[in-house]
Nanobody, 123 residues
Framework: QVQLVESGGGLVQAGGSLRLSCVAS????????MGWYRQAPGKQRELVAT????????TYADSVKGRFTISRDNVKNTVWLQMNSLKPEDTAVYYC????????????????WGQGTQVTVSS
């Protein structure tokens, strides 16, 4: 099993920045793709960004492209989400997740999830 622990959420003004961290432990060798999701009240969960730790390849949702950056440190077993130029509509609970299968992450059904961290952007 893989344990994922997020941190770094908080309250920030529009235009500001936050960096979320996700530290993985346990059977991390089973993880091929990591993703950051978010869910705002009353809205569907959205896949924000993905990264393949071994290659470093990344994908982004159109809503965050150019503002958010996903990165990783394989030695520290950590994935980050750098969020710049934040907007009120970025307000959500952000979740880190991972799976052996990339399609599981794309479909929103990864096997491992973190507990979530709240990001609130004030206008």
């Amino acid at each position: 099993q893989v344990q994922l622990v997020e941190s770094g959420g908080g309250l920030v003004q529009a235009g500001g920045s936050l960096r979320l961290s996700c530290v993985a432990s346990g059977s991390i060798f089973s993880i091929n793709v990591m993703g950051w999701y978010r869910q705002a009240p009353g809205k569907q969960r959205e896949l924000v960004a993905t990264i393949t730790p071994r290659s470093g390849s990344t994908t982004y949702a159109d809503s965050v492209k150019g503002r958010f950056t996903i990165s990783r440190d394989n030695v520290k077993n950590t994935v980050w989400l750098q969020m710049n130029s934040l907007k009120p509509e970025d307000t959500a609970v952000y979740y880190c997740a991972g799976d052996r299968r990339s399609m599981a992450v794309v479909r929103g059904t990864p096997g491992s999830w973190g507990q979530g961290t709240q990001v609130t952007v004030s206008s």
